[in-house]
């Protein structure tokens, strides 16, 4: 692409950077939709089927879901950091791998035990891939544009 003086060359960047927004925010869009729709929206979904299988009650089943929010709530500053070293395209994948796996224990949990470990693995990759991951990715992201359109394009 050529340009024939400085505000071609500003509108090619633009578009650029507008397009790549679009794209960003539709993955981003749909990675946190599947990742809350398994992670937080998950435990109250399956409440009454896990905890009549595990005979557990209502309040332990959701004190460990709530264990796993307070994991990523310490965890987050910590997975900030790897974020702003290795960048998000490196720490939200871990993110999908962890929960994945949390999901993994969960499926196979027989006893509470094997249960609360699941919730630890899922509060992991919550921290590393929920929303204050996926908007200090968004910002290692497109932080080489103007400010303006970085959030134009979002």
Request: aromatic residues 10%.
């Given at each position: 692409?050529?340009?024939?003086?400085?505000?071609?060359?500003?509108?090619?960047?633009?578009?650029?950077?507008?397009?790549?927004?679009?794209?960003?925010?539709?993955?981003?869009?749909?990675?946190?939709?599947?990742?809350?729709?398994?992670?937080?929206?998950?435990?109250?979904?399956?409440?009454?089927?896990?905890?009549?299988?595990?005979?557990?009650?209502?309040?332990?089943?959701?004190?460990?879901?709530?264990?796993?929010?307070?994991?990523s709530g310490l965890l987050?500053?910590?997975?900030?950091?790897?974020i702003d070293r290795f960048?998000?395209?490196?720490?939200?994948?871990?993110?999908?791998?962890?929960?994945?796996?949390?999901?993994?224990?969960?499926?196979?949990?027989?006893?509470?035990?094997?249960?609360?470990?699941?919730?630890?693995?899922?509060?992991?990759?919550?921290?590393?891939?929920?929303?204050?991951?996926?908007?200090?990715?968004?910002?290692?992201?497109?932080?080489?544009?103007?400010?303006?359109?970085?959030?134009?394009?979002?």
């Amino acid at each position: 692409m050529e340009y024939t003086d400085s505000s071609d060359m500003t509108r090619g960047y633009c578009r650029r950077v507008k397009h790549h927004g679009l794209r960003l925010t539709l993955q981003l869009g749909l990675t946190q939709t599947i990742g809350f729709a398994s992670t937080y929206y998950l435990a109250a979904i399956l409440a009454r089927p896990i905890t009549q299988e595990l005979g557990i009650p209502f309040e332990q089943y959701f004190l460990f879901s709530a264990t796993a929010s307070i994991i990523s709530g310490l965890l987050g500053p910590i997975l900030g950091r790897q974020i702003d070293r290795f960048g998000g395209r490196l720490v939200l994948p871990f993110a999908s791998v962890t929960i994945t796996a949390g999901l993994i224990v969960m499926s196979q949990a027989q006893t509470v035990a094997a249960f609360f470990i699941a919730w630890v693995v899922l509060g992991v990759g919550m921290a590393a891939g929920l929303y204050d991951a996926a908007f200090a990715s968004v910002v290692e992201i497109q932080g080489k544009a103007p400010k303006e359109q970085s959030l134009e394009s979002l």
